[in-house]
């Protein structure tokens, strides 16, 4: 599978970039959508360095003190 070429693009200012993903988003339909938010969920969780594997996922129940 060859990897797509990444594309630089430069705005004019800082509203352009907000309405690219806008125009973006309404060409999508809702699923596509769905699917992007979490693939663009992950990148920036790998790129801030969280790593789901050391997180404690166990839960535990316990009686409260004050009762």
């Known amino acids: ?21 806008m125009l973006t988003g309404m060409g999508e339909t809702p699923r596509e959508r769905f699917d992007r938010f ?3 969920r992950k990148k920036f969780e790998l790129f801030i360095g969280f ?17």
């Open 38 to 40: 979490f693939e663009i």
């Open 51 to 67: 790593d789901h594997s050391t997180r404690d996922r166990t839960i535990k129940i316990r009686k409260a003190e004050w009762i």
């Open 1 to 21: 599978m060859k990897a797509k070429k990444r594309i630089i693009t430069i705005y004019k200012n800082l509203d352009d970039p907000y309405v690219d993903v």
